[in-house]
């Protein structure tokens, strides 16, 4: 047969549905869009639990030294691969009493230009009110009156109340230059690194006038002292769903080609060539099977809109890999089947068809 006529043959198979060809494409397409769309939702939990650890603070180590930790220093870490962000905090020993609240002190702090980034703020913005600061004197005050000055206010700072070391929700917070000493060092050390943590002592000064030993803490433990991403995605419940969603489509492509063996074995019979059988129906084949990634496709591109940050390049590549062992897997089975058929079995396949 020529390659004109074995193009012909197919589609006219296809057309005319001797192959089953959307059965079979939609039993694949089921097959695949489930295999996909749980390990792609699998992989996003992963990832949206990574977030909420990391925007918990979970991952900031605190170096507590008072008046013992190097402002420069403990800024210096943010330069270090591994370390986002770092900087240094201390507490003044004089509240600011509000003239409106004379019996509720606002404990007043300053942090370093990277601790102020830390938060999220600019460096030299000026004094910030914390969030329960913001709720009794209101979101658009200016100055607060003290019995002796005025204290203008520049803003204010996010510090949410979700499980993380209290102490900064009812306080102040100014800018401070890193030449004088700190109390405490925050390092923010995300994927979670116990080797990245301990650079913190780094931030020391020596000696320091602490008569205290320094104490290193998690800011947030609600969630766990750790959280190891690259294990929680190595070990989800669904990382073998390509294979068996390989095998679960391969007795699809073996069914495909068994419910027609009578009919490939009476082909053969007539004079038909083997390897132009295995053209015909590799392209029938090929053909229902690719067509299955048209809806698998949108499964993918939704998820991988949909998903938390940094989790889309992950369940696009496990996605992909799912797809392109689902069509193989068509391919291999419908193929394996072909190479089991034999013409001198034509009358047993009439007698059990």
Known sequence: MRASAIRREAVRNLRSGTSRAFLFALITSVLICVAVLTDGLSLQSAYARAEQFHQSGASITVLSAPNGI????????????GIRQAGAIRTSPDPVVPAVLASEPIPSNEGSPGFMRLLGVPAKRGVLEGPEVVQALGAHTKKIATS??????????SYPDDGRRGGLRWALLAPAPTTAAFDECWV????VSSRLSQLVFTALKAPTDSTSKPELS????????????????????????????ALLVLLVGVVSVSLRRMELASALHAGVREMHLFAILL????TWAVATLGPCALFVWWLAASGP???????????IVTMAAGVLGCLSGAIGALATIREDRLFAYFKHR
């Open 70 to 81: 190097d402002g420069g220093a403990c800024d210096a870490l943010s330069n270090t691969p």
């Open 148 to 157: 002796g000055q005025q204290i203008s206010i520049a803003g204010s700072y």
């Open 188 to 191: 923010d050390v995300w994927p």
């Open 218 to 245: 998690q800011l947030n433990t609600r969630l766990g002292g750790t959280f190891d991403l690259r294990a929680e995605v190595e070990q989800r419940g669904t990382r073998f769903n390509g294979a068996l969603c």
């Open 283 to 286: 392209i029938e084949t090929t």
């Open 309 to 319: 940050a940094g989790s889309d390049v992950a369940v696009l590549q496990s996605c």
